[in-house]
């Protein structure tokens, strides 16, 4: 009997181009997989932006994506899985996968003792979804959260090896070094490609969990359970907001290997950018 | 004889809360004046994304502002200004005054041999409106840019006084620093709460140009030239497109006391996010 197959594309979100991270590993687990990328670089960071805000977001992309026929959504971005996950699953017919639940999951499989940090975005850490997950599977451990708004702005300015990074990564780990931490969650797509700083800070004993990763393998597993694997040949589409400056360079640092092409989306081809003529009513 | 009054509102837009500083000027110039203010926090940061992006989204908050009934409007968003000026120009029948001109004005005004520098972000400086602006003015001004995109973050996670900031500075003044200036424009609204910072930095001879507080006094040049000042009593109103932490915080920092009431625009209420139902005709 032949295994079923799903050629539809896996489709993948987030604020901008970190979610790259999470392409980069469903491609590395599902080679014959194709993905339809969207990256909100018009309207980047979501990790400052309150819940409506994002939650709206969110709900367009995935109307974007869903038109395009995917069989599944991966919510990459950890803002977005932290405030719009129950919004999109109650939306959305195809399964939604987000980063919090699987990074929570892995964390908790590393940690003997419970003691997990969690850095993330002050959205994700004033959310409290990684506490909450925890707390779910191992309702003894204890969490501490550190919100680091100044990673993004500085990983995306390419500061990685700047000594500034890691002064100010060193007084947003006051807390979270000062807990004997088992494994501690890098709640952003943006925090691997600062790894080798963060081991650096805390000791090569504290696990380090890849939360789009751990999303990746995840939306494998479901993919591989419901029978709707792909069998190629991939073909991988990727749209954006809005150019980017120094797209390029940002954009191979997350995916570790040269871009395919990209389609910066016009307004009038988005459900989210149509307005009923908004600027010629106004009478100016 | 009556002076001719137009009690009409001043509108004044900027990506976030910097714009706050151009409020600030205008009532203390022009304390009769009522405002309306709109920040754009759902979309903010501005200053990293491209020309077409910020042009659409100026033009959006334009209408929203006109049919508020202003009288003019203010753009006190440098990135705003370096792309926008001209559609808003060509699309709106009210006055539009942006930072650009003015502050170049008033730099070529305390340069006697032209040595002017521009502090802004990555959009202001690519966009070399300053420079264009200054050569105008002053066609022999010899004029030394320097981008600076982590500021802004900086400030609005408040580390204004942070050793950090200072060395985070220091790099990015390297060649204004060389470039013996006689004026250094403040090319984003945000950099005056660093006035202190860049003041230390580069001496006490290098007069520091706040670009929203020239364009304040700009437009306060205009409405009397044309005999549209108000009377009072001034009634202002805000609006934003996003809650924002730290909120009161940032703005009351930026406005130099207590900020009154903000409306937080519901999507349903602004031209731009109208849409017709993408979410429900998903189908998802």
Known sequence: MPVPRDSRAIGVFDSGLGGLTAVRELCRA???????????????????????T?????LEIATFLVRRNIKCLLVACNTASSYALESL???????????????????????????????????????????DAIAKLAPG????????????????????????????????????????????????THYPLIAPLLHDLLGEGVQLVDSGAEAARATALLLRERGQLAAGPARHQFFLSDERIHFQ?????????????ITVVDQTDLPWFERPMAIRESGA
């Open 89 to 131: 699953e109650r939306r959305l017919e195809v399964p939604v996968v987000g980063v919090i639940e699987p990074a929570a999951r892995a964390a908790v499989a590393q940690s003997l003792h419970g003691r997990i940090g969690v850095l993330g975005t002050p959205a994700t850490v004033a959310s409290r979804a990684y506490p």
């Open 249 to 261: 360079r940002i954009a191979e640092s997350f995916l570790g290997h040269e871009l395919p092409a």
């Open 54 to 58: 994002v939650t709206r977001f969110s």
């Open 141 to 188: 451990a204890s969490v501490i959260s550190s919100a680091c708004p100044l990673f993004v702005p500085l990983i995306e300015e390419g500061w990685i090896d700047h000594p500034v990074l890691r002064e100010i990564a060193t007084e947003y780990l006051i807390e979270v070094r000062a807990a004997r931490l088992e494994s501690l969650i890098l709640g952003c």
């Open 30 to 52: 599902l080679p014959g997989e194709s993905i339809v990328y969207f990256g909100d670089t018009a309207r980047l960071p979501y990790g400052t932006k309150s819940r409506d």
